[in-house]
């Protein structure tokens, strides 16, 4: 089954993607972000290929490997271009502020993120909301929807 959580940034994405793996058996997890850690920091046409680039070949390679029955992803995919099991992560304005300053990030990424809630809310996805619930009630939430 390949699985896509997305959100805006600070809402619990890679929280959550870590504790599901550690829960499923055969699984493997590729966190988009992790190709985008670069310093600076710099979003060009240039990077985003590169970053896209690298993003496609790695989740192909996983793809095509039979040893995995779960291929879990996790990006700020706020368009709905690709078919697959979507779960996006959201939560109110005031928790995804108090998270983000908790990961000391700055008032512009806060802003950022906090206006792209919107983004996820009219897509097709099964939407799950964190606030005030543990990422255990989110695994499990996710286990249920997904049967296993």
Known sequence: MNLVKNGTPGVGKTTVSKALHQKLHKSVWLDGDWCWMMNPWIITEENTKVVEGNITYLLRSFLENSNFDYILFNWVLHREEYKLTRITLTCSDES????MLLDNRTVEQIESSCN??????????????????????VVTTIQDLLKI
């Open 96 to 99: 995804l502020r108090n998270r």
């Open 116 to 137: 792209r809630l919107k983004l996820y809310e009219e897509m097709i996805t099964h939407t799950i909301d964190t606030t005030g619930i543990s990422t255990h009630v």
